[in-house]
């Protein structure tokens, strides 16, 4: 009962960092059932299972506070489902020898380009209102759908800032469609594990726990997706995905490192991480000030020139 209960906070935690930023929900999720030794498809499997709901509550609550574009959803949601249904597959054909260290690596990559991505270069904002293209949407949307199911997670880290980097959709909507179409991959996904493992090892309480989680979390994720720094979250959540997947291949087969390699490896990662979060926190201060003089000085020069066709 404890572990269900447990597994439902890391449900509600992840779509609150899934649903107001537009990823995470599945890397996370995935990380801590390959922490406490579950099967990587398996593992992969629940995770999807319980996006399904998660999935669709959060789509339904983003499309409540108007945060979805449904061209892009339809766009890379359907080569998203095409790619998720053939990564589950290969998946579910890999030993769980292969398969562990090899999740960790992908999610391990992923953590980092989270991690580098928003710790860096924030959010764009160029281009603003420009039409995204279906040969940019399909061919990302296949991409990132496979790598979701063979990782574990991925739909978001590959397509939110993709999306946010064309600085052509504004950053909710894209959170919003991103995190609809979801909904699709899901699907296919948990098809493809069903088909590849006729349920083996699948944990239908933790899909439970995990999805009552989620579906909880879901309206408060939208709602907060208009407030919360996504700068920071976005350092916070790579940083946490690099060290447990670090953690996960140093004590793996492949390395199978001492702990006179492993502890100082995980010092400099905490290290690495805490600065990290330390220039996000400075940079998110920094940008609103500037947005902050920058909205004074605008109001002032309206003042001015109000003034100006008055005397005029």
């Not at 922490?35 to 983003?62: D, Q, W």
């Not at 054909?93 to 292969?98: A, D």
């Not at 979390?217 to 907060?224: D, E, R």
């Not at 600065?275 to 004074?296: G, T």
């Amino acid at each position: 009962m404890r572990q269900l209960v447990l597994l439902a906070l890391v449900g509600l935690g992840a779509q609150l960092v899934d649903g107001s930023l537009g990823m995470a929900y599945g890397v996370t999720s995935t990380t801590l059932l390959l922490a406490i030794g579950t099967n990587p498809a398996a593992a992969s499997a629940t995770v999807h299972l319980a996006e399904i709901g998660t999935t669709l509550a959060s789509g339904l609550s983003h499309w409540r506070f108007g945060n979805v574009d449904w061209k892009v959803v339809a766009k890379i949601g359907i080569p998203g489902a095409v790619g998720a249904f053939a990564g589950a597959t290969f998946l579910s054909s890999l030993s769980t020898e292969v398969a562990a260290p090899v999740m960790s690596v992908l999610l391990l990559v992923l953590g980092l380009y989270i991690l580098i991505r928003f710790t860096t270069l924030g959010l764009p904002r160029h281009n603003l209102g420009k039409p995204l293209r279906k040969r940019f949407l399909a061919p990302l949307g296949l991409i990132a759908g496979f790598v979701d199911s063979t990782g574990g997670g991925g739909w978001g880290p590959v397509g939110t800032p993709a999306i946010l980097a064309s600085g052509r959709l504004e950053p909710r909507k894209t959170i919003g469609s991103i995190d609809t179409s979801e909904f699709l991959v899901a699907v296919a996904a948990s098809l493809g594990f069903l088909f590849g493992l006729g349920g083996e090892g699948v944990n239908f309480s933790w899909v439970l726990a995990l999805l009552i989680g989620g579906v909880v979390a879901a309206p408060v994720a939208a709602w907060l997706v208009r407030h919360i720094p996504p700068r920071v979250l976005g350092s916070a959540v790579g940083g946490l995905i690099v060290v447990t997947n670090v953690r996960t291949l140093l004590k793996s087969d492949w390395i199978d490192a001492s702990d006179g390699v492993r502890y100082p490896v995980y010092i400099a990662i905490y290290v690495v991480w805490a600065l990290a979060l330390l220039y996000s926190i400075r940079q998110y201060r920094a940008n609103r000030e500037e947005e902050r003089v920058e909205a004074i000085a605008a109001a002032a020069a309206k003042q001015e020139d109000d003034k100006t066709e008055a005397t005029a």
